[in-house]
């Protein structure tokens, strides 16, 4: 069974466009995380949520927006996407200490 | 807040040699020291981790060490094969929420 997974795993869309991101873990773990990995595969973490609530806002522009319907899903909405939005995205969650990867959404802005 | 480096960005070794990657992070209060294997096209993978109150640990072929005066601290791995070839990435954190990672090291084992 996947631990955390993502949907869709590539996404490619044109600039201006609106799209979202899913994410689900099944591990019962309380707090989640968006990651952006650039193409130098530099990871940097966006948002973290625990247990529904944000508790790490990144300096991210604010045409990404975070929603956490329930403490086992961590969604990314991007608004007016641009070209430097292009990047995997990664989401992941944690108890305790140890974190878990998703297998990455591939965003290509066109 | 922690500034952690990863050093070399790239390594090659032939298959069978040691891979040594060294981390330096700048925190002192940082507490925990997780090391991550990326394979293409996949998330990063937990390997080893230490925390502060240890100074080495091993799993296998995979070694940490942890040097808290000096604020470093390095993966070894052993008798490499093919497989080991993935980009690897140290972190630190202080409180298990927020992981502050190193730029990665792209390692190719020669078969």
């Known amino acids: 069974d996947t631990a955390v997974s993502q949907t869709p795993k590539y996404l490619v869309t044109q600039m201006g466009n609106d799209k979202s991101i899913k994410c689900e873990q099944n591990?019962?773990?309380?707090?989640m995380y968006w990651y952006k990995q650039d193409s130098k595969k530099f990871l940097k973490i966006m948002f973290s949520?625990?247990?529904?609530?944000?508790?790490i806002n990144e300096t991210v522009p604010n045409r990404f927006s975070p929603k956490s319907p329930d403490k086992a899903h961590l969604n990314l909405h991007i608004n007016s996407l641009e070209l430097g939005d292009s990047a995997v995205y990664f989401c992941?969650?944690?108890?305790?200490?140890?974190?878990?990867f998703g297998p990455g959404t591939r965003l290509t802005v066109l | 807040g922690e500034n952690v480096e990863q050093h070399p960005s790239t390594l090659s070794v032939q298959e069978g040699d040691s891979a040594v990657i060294k981390c330096t992070y700048s925190?002192?209060?940082?507490?925990?020291f997780p090391w991550y294997k990326q394979e293409l096209g996949k998330g990063p993978q937990l390997i080893i981790d230490?925390?502060?109150?240890?100074g080495e640990k091993k799993d296998q072929r995979i070694a940490v060490t942890l040097n808290k005066t000096a604020k470093h601290f390095s993966l070894h791995i052993t008798e490499t094969q093919p497989e080991d070839s993935a980009v690897y990435f140290c972190?630190?954190?202080?409180?298990?929420?927020?992981?502050?990672f190193g730029t990665g090291t792209s390692l190719t084992v020669i078969p």
């Open positions: 591990l019962g773990h309380d707090t």
């Open positions: 925190d002192s209060a940082s507490n925990y």
């Open positions: 230490i925390r502060s109150n240890v």
């Open positions: 972190a630190a954190s202080l409180t298990g929420n927020q992981f502050y």
């Open positions: 992941a969650s944690t108890q305790g200490y140890e974190q878990f």
């Open positions: 949520y625990n247990n529904k609530e944000l508790i």
